[in-house]
């Protein structure tokens, strides 16, 4: 199919033509939360997902409209969309427009994967927008972060729809251990986002774009800037404070664009006709809720509600290891309708259908991996079910200790992952992340970098250990301790 770069003008005339069809944006009212203690996660975007990797800032094509089609399609998808986040305002900032023509152009088989996925979830997201007194299009954010995937995980160990770090997650008070990740639970997180999005719009003045930046970069640095660039911003009024310290050059390139990503993201789902997509919807997330026992297998669950080990793991993706966590009984989703005769479908299942684990009692120097072959596991795949097992310095086991050797079916069902420390230590406390650096080009100097990542030349220089200005191409320089905020 002939492809060619649909101008933009065109695009801002079927949608300002019926720009007077449009509700105006409402400031909406906030509901009172507790502050969460942390810094925002860090986002996947759209676009470095699309290639595998960061998208160059090169004229993207998009498929050639026809101009009565497209006339008409204005007439169609544009005269009754409404946004409630401002969204026309800045149609033709440069940003926008670019995200504009990829996300319907290079990435368009993307951005429809995740449009179509994220219907499944967008009525529960809404509402739960609406309840706490936010803009329903903060919807969108999800779009951007994961597409709507409550099992994506970032380079920088960012987990789930909403994107968030262990840390800034348990903060806001979702679980996330050895055997819980609530991040990747699409109700819980988004639970979790909606709050922490209200009280960055609450530390912001009211400014919904200026608290997405927030969310993606980090309060802090939002708050920095700022305050840095006061004079060059006192005239900016309203939703224009964000653009204005983007154009200052203090914003990371990802947190620049994230407000444009949201904007674009926005505009093409609310009028799919004129960037010529079409959006098949999938049924909405629903379910029933039931009690079960602490360490309940999955595919007990399963059993019970007369469906599959994967229909439960997808209604309940927060359960890392194929059963519900030990300690206490637990609140599962099976399938709609299975609520009804589920109670008494699960007393009438055998036993060791019902049972996790098998307990082994260690002896002195005894080994792990006689224990697992002897029931026909790895030593990895037992040692999984025992973090805290107990070693002597020549690395054998201490006697006294039980072991859990799970079941074939537990295993089965458990979620695959490389590095569990990248999840949760197994101690609740939040893997490291590394500092955040910068490769020195030529021509670069001290000054202009610091400026770039909110620094002054004496913080840079003190993060490196450099004792004079001097820096050679090449260089790598660290620009944040801890990484990302």
């Not at 429809?112 to 706490?132: D, F, H, N, Q, S």
């Not at 009024?237 to 947190?255: H, I, K, P, Q, S």
């Not at 005769?341 to 005894?366: I, K, M, S, W």
């Not at 040692?383 to 201490?398: H, K």
Request: with cysteine.
């Amino acid at each position: 199919m002939t492809r060619t770069l649909v101008p933009l003008a065109a695009l801002v005339c079927g949608l300002t033509a019926c720009s007077s069809a449009l509700r105006p944006v409402q400031t909406m009212p906030r509901a009172d939360t507790p502050p969460p203690a942390a810094a925002g996660p860090v986002a996947r975007t759209l676009a470095a997902e699309a290639e595998g990797g960061e998208w160059a800032e090169a004229e993207l094509d998009v498929p050639t409209l026809d101009a009565e089609a497209a006339a008409a399609d204005a007439a169609a998808d544009v005269a009754t969309p409404a946004w409630d986040i401002e969204v026309l305002p800045y149609l033709t900032e440069d940003r926008v427009a670019f995200y504009l023509d990829l996300y319907s152009g290079r990435a368009r088989e993307a951005t429809v994967a995740r449009l179509r996925r994220g219907t499944r979830y967008e009525p529960m997201i809404r509402a739960k927008l609406r309840a706490a007194g936010l803009p329903e299009d903060l919807y969108y954010l999800a779009l951007v972060e994961s597409g709507y995937d409550p099992n994506a995980y970032s380079r920088a160990a960012a987990v789930g729809m909403w994107q968030f770090m262990a840390a800034t997650a348990r903060a806001v008070g979702l679980r996330v251990d050895w055997w819980v990740d609530e991040r990747r639970d699409p109700v819980r997180s988004t639970d979790a986002a909606v709050r922490y999005l209200d009280d960055l719009r609450d530390e912001f003045d009211g400014s919904l774009y200026l608290a997405a930046a927030a969310y993606n970069g980090g309060s802090g640095r939002v708050s920095r800037g700022l305050a840095q660039f006061a004079a060059a911003l006192d005239e900016a009024e309203g939703e224009d404070r964000f653009f204005a310290l983007a154009e200052t050059g203090y914003l990371r390139d990802e947190t620049r664009d994230y407000v444009p990503q949201l904007i674009a993201a926005a505009l093409i789902a609310k009028s799919p006709g004129i960037y010529g997509i079409d959006v098949d919807t999938l049924p909405p997330f629903a379910y029933d809720s039931v009690r079960v026992p602490a360490a309940t297998p999955l595919a007990a669950i399963a059993a019970a509600s007369d469906t599959t080990v994967g229909a439960v793991r997808d209604l309940n993706p927060q359960y890392l290891r194929g059963i519900t966590p030990p300690g206490d009984a637990e609140t599962v989703r099976v399938p709609v309708g299975a609520g009804a005769t589920f109670a008494d479908r699960f007393a009438a299942l055998p036993a060791e259908v019902r049972t996790a684990f098998t307990r082994v009692t260690t002896r002195d120097n005894g080994r792990l991996s006689a224990i697992a072959r002897a029931h026909g596991f790895t030593e990895a795949q037992v040692a999984v079910y025992n973090p805290g097992i107990r070693r002597n310095r020549r690395g054998l086991l201490v006697g006294g200790q039980e072991v859990l050797v799970p079941s074939r079916a537990v295993v089965g069902a458990a979620l695959d992952l490389d590095d569990p420390g990248l999840e949760a230590s197994t101690g609740g406390a939040p893997r490291a992340a590394k500092p955040r650096t910068y490769r020195v080009k030529k021509g670069d100097a001290l000054e202009p970098i610091a400026h770039r990542y909110g620094l002054t030349v004496r913080e840079l220089r003190a993060l490196n250990g450099l004792t004079s200005d001097l820096i050679h191409p090449g260089q790598l320089l660290v620009v944040e301790e801890g990484g990302r905020r």
